[in-house]
């Protein structure tokens, strides 16, 4: 059974750090990469970042380069994403999606999501 | 960077046939095939209905087809049912600093 599940969602303030979670179980995952992909609420998909297998080759949206992180563990099967000076537009549900073996915003399998919340 | 262009909103009867648009440039759709398009349900997280333009992942129903000419992507639904009322967003590798882009989504009414 394919799962993909998020964590570390919650409320934080405006200049806060927040770190997700996805845990991956029932397909591939140290061969494949990885994708963060978000949604406001009531608003569309905005693709975040993505990691290659092996982490050697890392991209960023504009939006969140400098101060978001992308990072895996192959030997958890679990994918990262540190948030640090976090504003109020980065309130979302966070997805992870695995993707194949091209960096290039295939996104096969998807998790749930969890909601992120940057308020004062 | 800009966001693909898709249609905010479609509709259509049960049976007929739909198509869904997403514009981009030359530095994404029109110079590469990795167009992907997503099916999304309200609450639920979007799913993958065609890759790399044309190719359907194992289980969709071959009602989806896509297809690609110049800058323009496109998503063909065919004999519209119910249940394919949902959002639909396109998305497309990016030789531009924002490596992955997105559409705005088309929200899809079957009535």
């Known amino acids: 059974q394919v799962q993909l599940v998020e964590s570390g969602g919650g409320v934080v303030q405006p200049g806060r750090s927040l770190r997700l979670s996805c845990a991956v179980s029932?397909?591939?995952?140290?061969?494949?990469?990885m994708h963060w992909v978000r949604q406001a609420p009531g608003k569309g998909l905005e693709w975040v970042s993505v990691?290659?297998?092996?982490?050697?080759?890392?991209f960023y949206s504009d939006s969140v380069r400098g101060r978001f992180t992308i990072s895996r563990d192959n030997s958890k099967n679990t994918l990262y994403l540190q948030m640090d000076s976090l504003r109020t537009d980065d309130t979302a549900v966070y997805y992870c999606?695995?993707?194949?073996?091209?960096?290039?915003?295939?996104?096969?399998?998807w998790g749930q999501g969890t909601l992120v919340t940057v308020s004062s | 960077q800009s966001a693909l262009t898709q249609p905010a909103s479609m509709s259509g009867s049960p049976g007929q046939s739909i198509t869904i648009s997403c514009t981009g440039t030359?530095?994404?759709?029109?110079?590469?095939?990795?167009v992907y398009w997503y099916q999304q349900h309200p609450g639920k997280a979007p799913k993958l209905i065609i890759y790399?333009?044309?190719n359907r992942p194992s289980g969709v129903s071959n009602r989806f087809s896509g297809f690609k000419s110049g800058n323009t992507a496109s998503l063909n639904i065919s004999g519209l049912q119910a249940e394919d009322e949902a959002d639909y967003y396109c998305?497309?590798?990016?030789?531009?600093?924002?490596?992955?882009?997105f559409g705005g989504g088309t929200r899809l009414t079957v009535i």
């Open positions: 030359n530095s994404d759709v029109g110079n590469y095939n990795y």
């Open positions: 999606a695995r993707g194949g073996g091209v960096l290039a915003g295939y996104c096969h399998y």
């Open positions: 990691i290659s297998y092996d982490a050697k080759n890392i």
């Open positions: 998305s497309s590798y990016s030789s531009g600093s924002t490596h992955v882009l």
């Open positions: 790399d333009v044309t």
């Open positions: 029932g397909i591939s995952f140290s061969t494949q990469a």
